[in-house]
């Protein structure tokens, strides 16, 4: 898992610069909203509780995050926001899985498959890549906040259906009704965490070197660039120190 896993670490740090300057923001709040259309109250719907979770770790105001509620379940104005699902091929033959939030259906499509073909990537039909993939709960850990054993006895407990160690981060992997109550057990431990979601964790891995693993990351990053999209999910993995030196 070391190159799928070390590009998750790496999003998620970029993530928090994000969150500086507000696209981190603005991306939480289109979650939020969508997942208030199935009901403004956090006790009765786990998607919006998990947004909100989300949204407090990057300490967003409780104004915004009630504001965003109230426009998704059309108490207040603004919450016409469409949900796609890109489905396509990176250099290599990575599978690539985009969710997308937009207010222009058109646009964006449009300007998705822009990006692909910029950056050697193909879009593939519905259903293409999608069965590749799983919906899980995925948290992130760095290695050195907690050892194997103390993590076993936590998570298993709660639900946990994997713990996989990539050399530099563990990534707890379990059902997505399980989210919580994984999640839980770990900040109750005091331990801190990289990144806490509802995934689509790659069920196997494709290796990519060279020319392809760089112009994977380029297509990675060009998506994960877009304003409209949510999430980037892929299956590629890349050798932990090419996946750092192309990063950097």
């Given at each position: 898992?070391s190159?799928?896993?070390?590009w998750?670490?790496?999003?998620?740090?970029?993530?928090?610069?994000d969150?500086?300057?507000g696209k981190?923001f603005?991306r939480?709040i289109?979650?939020?909203?969508?997942a208030?259309?199935?009901?403004?109250d956090?006790?009765?719907n786990a998607?919006?509780?998990t947004a909100?979770?989300a949204a407090?770790?990057?300490?967003?105001?409780?104004?915004n995050i009630?504001?965003?509620?109230?426009?998704?379940?059309?108490?207040l104005?603004?919450?016409q926001?469409?949900e796609?699902?890109?489905?396509?091929y990176?250099?290599?033959g990575?599978?690539?899985?985009v969710?997308?939030?937009t207010?222009?259906?058109?646009?964006?499509?449009?300007?998705i498959?822009?990006?692909?073909?910029?950056?050697?990537?193909?879009l593939?039909e519905q259903?293409?890549?999608?069965?590749?993939f799983e919906?899980?709960?995925?948290?992130l850990?760095?290695?050195d906040?907690?050892s194997e054993?103390q993590?076993?006895n936590?998570v298993?407990?709660?639900g946990t259906?994997?713990?996989?160690?990539d050399?530099?981060?563990?990534?707890?992997?379990?059902?997505?009704e399980?989210?919580?109550a994984?999640?839980?057990?770990i900040?109750?431990?005091g331990?801190?965490?990289i990144?806490?979601?509802?995934?689509m964790?790659?069920k196997?891995l494709?290796?990519l070197?060279g020319?392809n693993a760089?112009?994977?990351l380029k297509?990675?990053e060009?998506l994960?660039?877009?304003?409209d999209?949510?999430?980037?999910?892929?299956n590629?993995?890349?050798?932990e120190k090419?996946?750092?030196?192309?990063a950097s």
């Amino acid at each position: 898992m070391s190159g799928h896993s070390k590009w998750a670490t790496i999003k998620h740090k970029k993530a928090a610069l994000d969150a500086k300057r507000g696209k981190a923001f603005t991306r939480l709040i289109k979650e939020i909203m969508i997942a208030a259309r199935s009901g403004g109250d956090p006790d009765a719907n786990a998607r919006l509780r998990t947004a909100i979770t989300a949204a407090k770790a990057v300490s967003m105001p409780a104004d915004n995050i009630k504001r965003a509620i109230l426009r998704g379940t059309g108490e207040l104005e603004g919450g016409q926001i469409d949900e796609i699902t890109f489905e396509g091929y990176g250099p290599g033959g990575a599978a690539v899985l985009v969710s997308v939030a937009t207010d222009n259906r058109n646009r964006t499509v449009s300007e998705i498959r822009h990006v692909f073909s910029k950056n050697n990537g193909n879009l593939g039909e519905q259903g293409s890549v999608s069965w590749m993939f799983e919906r899980k709960s995925q948290i992130l850990i760095e290695n050195d906040k907690a050892s194997e054993d103390q993590l076993m006895n936590l998570v298993l407990d709660a639900g946990t259906e994997d713990l996989r160690n990539d050399g530099t981060n563990w990534e707890v992997i379990s059902a997505p009704e399980s989210h919580e109550a994984v999640l839980n057990a770990i900040q109750k431990a005091g331990i801190p965490t990289i990144s806490a979601e509802i995934a689509m964790v790659p069920k196997n891995l494709v290796k990519l070197e060279g020319k392809n693993a760089s112009n994977m990351l380029k297509l990675s990053e060009a998506l994960e660039e877009h304003d409209d999209v949510q999430n980037v999910y892929s299956n590629f993995d890349i050798d932990e120190k090419e996946m750092e030196a192309l990063a950097s």
